[in-house]
């Protein structure tokens, strides 16, 4: 099992720009999650799905959305990239809710916005 | 807002040396989970503490949940150098079923 794979690693976009940042997990998880990290901050939950078709907004979605068509795919878009949204991001999963499962995360996603 | 603080958020050691980390809010968490994050990956799940006053270990790693689950710490014992990472506690709130990160406590074992 690969678990959580993002791609791309590293992104540079100019403001205004648009992008998605893509996330697969393998292990048949129903719960998906996107957060943010910024250096001396704790991770921040952007958005997050608790089963193919269903989505909803986490602590910081303004400026993101997302969409779950298949169990396995949870991409994160942004539009009109701010240099606001320079950040670390992390999507994890879950079997079930959090209370007691393990999420797993995947490497992450660097993007800075110029 | 609720807010989980971590403290220290940078200690370097040496090997052999105990420590002691700590995660303390105001809010009373369901259950409260502790990782480790290595450099240019994701966190890690270590623990998840569940019941007030719970110690659980790993290897020598010591985890505890305070009595009114407001709290937690993670004590290490004769730290070594693969000891060092980023750790991080994230509290569940019931309430949304969605974890509340502190900002890490930064590790550093030296040789």
């Known amino acids: 099992n690969a678990g959580v794979t993002q791609t791309p690693k590293f992104r540079i976009l100019k403001i205004g720009q648009s992008m998605t940042l893509q996330c697969t997990q393998d292990?048949?998880?129903?719960?998906m999650y996107w957060y943010r990290q910024d250096p001396g901050m704790g991770l921040k939950l952007i958005y997050y799905?608790?089963?193919?078709?269903?989505?909803d907004k986490g602590e910081v979605p303004n400026g993101y959305n997302v969409s779950r068509s298949t169990t396995e795919d949870f991409p994160l878009r942004l539009e009109l990239a701010a240099p606001s949204q320079t950040s670390v991001y992390f999507c994890?999963?879950?079997?079930?809710?959090?209370?007691?499962?393990?999420?797993?995360f995947g490497p992450g996603t660097r993007l800075t916005v110029l | 807002t609720q807010l989980l603080e971590q403290s220290p958020q940078f200690l370097s050691i040496q090997e052999g040396e105990n420590l002691t980390v700590y995660c303390n809010s105001s809010?009373?968490?369901?259950?409260l989970q502790w990782y480790r994050q290595e450099p240019g990956e994701g966190p890690v799940l270590l623990v998840t503490?569940?019941?007030g006053g719970e110690v659980k270990k790993l290897k020598r790693l010591t985890f505890q949940f305070g009595d009114a689950r407001k709290d937690s710490s993670l004590h290490i014992t004769a730290a070594q150098p693969g000891d060092t990472g980023l750790y991080l506690c994230?509290?569940?709130?019931?309430?949304?079923?969605?974890?509340?990160w502190g900002a890490g406590t930064k590790l550093i074992i030296k040789p």
């Open positions: 994890a999963s879950s079997y079930s809710r959090p209370s007691g499962d393990t999420q797993y």
């Open positions: 292990m048949n998880h129903n719960y």
């Open positions: 799905s608790v089963g193919a078709g269903i989505t």
């Open positions: 809010s009373v968490f369901s259950s």
């Open positions: 503490v569940v019941t």
């Open positions: 994230a509290g569940l709130m019931d309430s949304n079923y969605q974890l509340i």
